[in-house]
């Protein structure tokens, strides 16, 4: 008879325990942002990953992008395009804005030497 009770006790347990992870589980956040050259034109098909993970996107005709990221943490985009240096934006989503952030990155021609 204990070992049944203590069975129950151990499952109600472990399903608060479930229940209060989910019921904690950080939402995603959006980046928008846009890409541009030194020349302040929208650079199409740029590529924007997120440091450390597989996410990416690339941006639209006006440069325009948004990706979804982890909130509550600072998030690192590469922003990279053919024949242009790589940018780097760090985004610290806090509280008040880990719903939607916006960076703009200007990328730099990229010059070769023969």
């Known amino acids: ?17 479930l229940f209060t992870l989910t019921g904690h589980a950080q939402q995603d956040a959006v980046i928008s942002g846009m890409v541009i050259g030194d020349d302040h034109q929208p650079i199409v098909n740029a590529n924007i990953t997120v440091a450390g993970s597989i ?9 325009v992008f948004q990706i979804r990221v982890p909130s509550g943490k600072t998030i690192t985009l590469l922003i990279s395009y053919i024949s242009f240096e790589t940018d780097s934006i760090k985004v610290l989503l ?8 916006t960076a703009r990155s ?5 010059i070769f030497f023969p």
């Open 1 to 17: 008879m204990i070992s049944i009770l203590n069975k129950k006790l151990y499952l109600l347990l472990l399903f608060l325990a």
């Open 55 to 63: 996410s990416g996107t690339t941006s639209n005709r006006d440069g």
């Open 94 to 101: 806090t509280p008040g804005n880990e719903k939607q952030s």
């Open 106 to 110: 200007i990328l730099q021609e990229r």
